[in-house]
């Protein structure tokens, strides 16, 4: 593992997402506007705002930064400059840590810009810190981002790709509690939730929007989260392969 | 370095066990129509490509040995550059990895003829530019072994003249060099040649002596005729 193939790495994510402003328009665009109209919609109910629109602005940037992640890694790979990479110097580790930074850093962008907005424009209340929501948003584009880099590793084209977020990331976000309480849902569905690594990023937001602070369970969560992240990035490093048929 | 080398791609054996050796210092050219085996072999020496079964040493090492991965440099027949970045951004991007210095990124855009175009967007480049850019990565930490898997193709006769001539140089200062091609005439610029056919070598030795076995003073008629005089043996 080498520290300057990792920030090499970064920089160069960073680069290719500059060439592309309409993309990083789009991630922090897109958020904005559908809390806006969250707020809209739950007009007559504020609570219902406050108890949705919190937990939703920290789970958006795991939807935004799944989605980009896999389709660059996609990229990487069909290009074939993935296998120069792997005929280089370069550990796996390298490269993953690096997209690792390069979208921590666009989701702390995006987290600051869709609270800050959210939190004094809209009118947005949660219970605890919004600093901690926002903390939470950048752990929770992390899990998002290692999930988008395991799911490319099975897409062959770019439509295979868009594909996997209505087929991985959707069902998690059903049932992790934020439309339906879990404790409503049928047993087998909130067993399932339980195996599911959105509920627990729900489960430490939701903590702090309406208890007002992560306490003890809401720490596991976190690291649950946390665990689930580097689960998928050490599976996404088998997928990476230097020798291939 | 090379000894019964057997690889399969899709179901189906491409090389049945091959044995060759390369000399260091040398261009070799290794030519045969598309289907040969060509890339296989290219990747195999590359160390990334699964082999079924047989050895190769490159350097003195395994290859796709991690130690030799400063030391070889692969060129894919599709330019494996970023098509979002500019050409130096490419160059630096590559470089860091490599470890080397701002000063050589400027040597290898001069030594590919890209000066003019470095700050440019690679995807706004043509064909025969991008994958200059391409090879320009694969010089950057001075390779001692550089696998070229078809860097003329689509490139008009000037510039594949001046690409020849700098694999000539690089040779001159101790690179080997392994340059495949399915055009014949190319064999000229070789001081080795290794002709594939079918997976198979049906030739292994100097364009002089391609010439003198086949008595044929053009290389593309003496690989017919070699190919003509195998087929009546067998």
């Given at each position: 593992?080498?520290?300057q193939?990792t920030?090499?790495?970064?920089?160069?994510?960073l680069?290719?997402?500059?060439?592309?402003?309409?993309?990083?328009?789009?991630?922090?665009a897109?958020?904005?506007?559908?809390?806006?109209?969250?707020?809209?919609?739950?007009?007559?109910?504020?609570?219902?705002?406050?108890?949705?629109?919190?937990?939703?602005?920290?789970?958006?940037?795991?939807?935004?930064?799944?989605?980009?992640?896999?389709?660059?890694?996609?990229?990487?790979?069909?290009?074939?400059?993935?296998?120069?990479?792997?005929?280089?110097?370069?550990?796996?580790l390298?490269?993953?840590?690096?997209?690792?930074?390069?979208?921590a850093?666009?989701?702390?962008?995006?987290?600051?810009?869709?609270?800050?907005?959210?939190?004094?424009?809209?009118?947005?209340?949660?219970?605890?810190?919004?600093?901690?929501?926002?903390?939470?948003?950048?752990?929770?584009?992390?899990?998002?981002?290692?999930?988008?880099?395991?799911?490319?590793?099975?897409?062959?084209?770019?439509?295979?790709?868009?594909?996997?977020?209505?087929?991985?990331?959707?069902?998690?976000?059903?049932?992790?509690?934020?439309?339906?309480?879990?404790?409503?849902?049928?047993?087998?569905?909130e067993?399932?939730?339980?195996?599911?690594?959105?509920?627990?990023?729900?489960?430490?937001?939701?903590?702090?929007?309406?208890?007002?602070?992560?306490?003890?369970?809401?720490?596991?969560?976190?690291?649950?989260?946390?665990?689930?992240?580097?689960?998928?990035?050490?599976?996404?490093?088998?997928?990476?392969?230097?020798?291939?048929? | 370095?090379?000894?019964?080398l057997?690889?399969?791609?899709?179901?189906r054996?491409?090389?049945?066990?091959?044995?060759?050796?390369?000399?260091a210092?040398?261009?070799?050219?290794?030519?045969?129509?598309?289907?040969?085996?060509?890339?296989?072999?290219?990747?195999?020496?590359?160390?990334?490509?699964?082999?079924?079964?047989?050895?190769?040493?490159?350097?003195?090492?395994?290859?796709?040995?991690?130690?030799?991965?400063?030391?070889?440099?692969?060129?894919?027949?599709?330019?494996?550059?970023?098509?979002?970045?500019?050409?130096?951004?490419?160059?630096?991007?590559?470089?860091?990895?490599?470890?080397?210095?701002?000063?050589?990124?400027?040597?290898?855009?001069?030594?590919?003829?890209?000066?003019d175009?470095?700050?440019?967007?690679?995807?706004?480049?043509?064909?025969?530019?991008?994958?200059?850019?391409?090879?320009?990565?694969?010089?950057?930490?001075?390779?001692?072994?550089?696998?070229?898997?078809?860097?003329?193709?689509?490139?008009?006769?000037?510039?594949?003249?001046?690409?020849?001539?700098?694999?000539?140089?690089?040779?001159?200062?101790?690179?080997?060099?392994?340059?495949?091609?399915?055009?014949?005439d190319?064999?000229?610029?070789c001081?080795?040649?290794?002709?594939?056919?079918?997976?198979?070598?049906?030739?292994?030795?100097?364009?002089?002596?391609?010439?003198?076995?086949?008595?044929?003073?053009?290389?593309?008629?003496?690989?017919?005729?070699?190919?003509?005089?195998?087929?009546?043996?067998?």
């Amino acid at each position: 593992m080498s520290l300057q193939s990792t920030m090499a790495t970064a920089a160069r994510v960073l680069e290719q997402l500059r060439r592309d402003p309409r993309t990083i328009a789009l991630v922090i665009a897109v958020p904005l506007v559908l809390i806006a109209l969250l707020k809209w919609v739950f007009d007559g109910q504020p609570q219902t705002f406050d108890r949705i629109g919190g937990p939703l602005v920290g789970i958006f940037p795991l939807i935004s930064m799944f989605l980009v992640t896999s389709i660059t890694m996609l990229r990487e790979r069909v290009t074939g400059t993935l296998e120069r990479l792997m005929t280089m110097p370069l550990t796996k580790l390298d490269l993953l840590a690096g997209y690792g930074v390069a979208f921590a850093a666009l989701a702390t962008v995006q987290g600051v810009i869709v609270g800050a907005v959210s939190f004094l424009l809209l009118g947005l209340d949660v219970a605890g810190s919004e600093l901690a929501v926002i903390a939470l948003a950048v752990l929770n584009a992390v899990l998002g981002m290692a999930l988008g880099l395991l799911a490319s590793a099975f897409a062959r084209t770019e439509f295979q790709a868009v594909q996997f977020m209505p087929a991985l990331i959707l069902p998690q976000l059903l049932l992790c509690g934020l439309f339906v309480p879990r404790e409503q849902m049928a047993p087998t569905l909130e067993t399932l939730s339980w195996a599911l690594p959105m509920t627990y990023a729900y489960e430490a937001l939701e903590r702090v929007s309406t208890v007002g602070e992560l306490g003890a369970r809401g720490a596991l969560y976190t690291v649950i989260v946390a665990g689930a992240a580097l689960l998928s990035l050490a599976l996404a490093a088998l997928t990476l392969r230097r020798r291939t048929p | 370095m090379i000894e019964g080398l057997e690889v399969d791609r899709g179901g189906r054996r491409v090389l049945p066990g091959i044995s060759l050796s390369i000399s260091a210092g040398t261009v070799t050219g290794l030519l045969g129509p598309s289907g040969s085996g060509k890339t296989t072999l290219i990747r195999a020496i590359a160390g990334v490509q699964i082999v079924a079964g047989g050895a190769i040493t490159v350097l003195g090492r395994p290859a796709g040995d991690p130690a030799l991965r400063p030391r070889v440099s692969y060129v894919t027949q599709a330019p494996s550059v970023y098509g979002d970045l500019t050409v130096r951004e490419n160059l630096r991007y590559f470089g860091r990895i490599l470890r080397v210095g701002e000063e050589r990124l400027e040597e290898v855009i001069a030594t590919v003829g890209l000066d003019d175009h470095a700050g440019q967007v690679v995807n706004t480049l043509s064909g025969g530019q991008r994958s200059r850019a391409s090879l320009a990565a694969a010089l950057l930490n001075r390779p001692e072994l550089l696998l070229l898997d078809e860097p003329t193709v689509g490139l008009d006769p000037v510039l594949r003249a001046s690409l020849w001539e700098m694999f000539g140089e690089l040779a001159a200062q101790g690179t080997t060099l392994l340059v495949s091609s399915h055009v014949m005439d190319e064999a000229a610029h070789c001081e080795g040649l290794l002709l594939l056919r079918e997976g198979r070598i049906v030739f292994d030795g100097t364009p002089d002596l391609l010439r003198e076995r086949t008595g044929s003073a053009d290389l593309s008629a003496a690989f017919l005729r070699l190919i003509e005089s195998r087929e009546r043996g067998a």
